[in-house]
């Protein structure tokens, strides 16, 4: 099967909001540290991960093996172990809807902690558009005896297996609504730019996909058919209210503690 060619950076793509003079990043909720290799082929040199899903902190570990400067650690993001003020530009994509309610700040407050003075942080999460309701990782909890029959059905552990007794289990997809974020974010950040991602497909295309990273056919054909369309779709920028996804890139504001150091 030939898959639709698509660009290798687009504004889509969390990695095209990268500033170029980043010298040092941090992936925060690294997953199998995908955007930080993607980062290594930018010429960023000082790279660094946190994850809380061992599984995926030992393939990232495995896939940045040739990478001289990184780190990856396995823990949870609300107290981030790097020193303050020291890195230059922060990814957290997909991270903070499996994040409890009541963390969440705290993680906004250490990722402001570690980056430099206007430091870039740029944030993916999924948005509470037209089509939220139809999340594929929130079956398990609208229809847990469905979800544990097709689990059964098709056997293997499934991409969420990693955070089963973790600090914080699977939780509930929450989908954010832009004023959650705006209130969120501030005052340590200012927002720079706005965009929205997604819509129909992508929920679609996830249920699609499900049976594949149950059996762990990660490089099936089908696979990354369905994936091409879902960020083909998520190339569309539909609005706030159609919109599946949101991404924004924030500046960090400087607070008069920081100021005065």
């Avoid at 687009?10 to 990043?25: A, D, E, G, M, W």
């Avoid at 969440?104 to 089509?131: C, D, E, K, M, N």
Wanted: with cysteine.
């Amino acid at each position: 099967m030939r898959l639709l060619p698509l660009p290798k950076k687009h504004p889509s793509q969390i990695v095209f909001h990268i500033p170029q003079n980043t010298q040092s990043l941090l992936d925060v909720g690294c997953n199998v540290g995908s955007h930080l290799a993607k980062a290594h082929e930018m010429g960023i040199k000082n790279l660094k991960g946190i994850e809380i899903n061992p599984e995926a902190v030992k393939i990232a570990k495995d896939q940045l093996s040739h990478i001289q400067h990184h780190e990856i650690i396995h823990d949870s993001a609300e107290n981030l172990p790097f020193e303050s003020q020291s890195i230059d530009t922060v990814l957290c994509s997909e991270v903070l809807e499996h994040i409890p309610n009541e963390l969440r700040s705290q993680v906004i407050q250490s990722i402001h902690r570690v980056l430099i003075p206007h430091g870039t942080l740029i944030l993916t999460v999924p948005y509470q558009g037209a089509f939220s309701c139809l999340d594929p990782a929130n079956i398990r909890f609208r229809l847990p005896k469905i979800f544990r029959w097709i689990s059964q059905l098709l056997g293997g552990k499934g991409r969420d297996a990693g955070f089963i007794g973790q600090k914080q289990g699977i939780i509930w997809h929450h989908h954010f609504k832009l004023s959650e974020l705006e209130q969120l974010l501030t005052p340590d950040f200012k927002i720079k730019q706005i965009r929205w991602r997604g819509c129909l497909l992508t929920p679609l295309c996830g249920y699609l996909a499900f049976p594949f990273y149950r059996k762990g056919w990660f490089d099936h054909p089908i696979l990354q058919f369905i994936q091409a369309i879902e960020t083909l779709e998520m190339q569309v920028q539909f609005g706030p209210f159609w919109s599946y996804n949101i991404l924004i890139v924030a500046q960090k504001n400087q607070t008069q503690e920081s100021q005065l150091k």
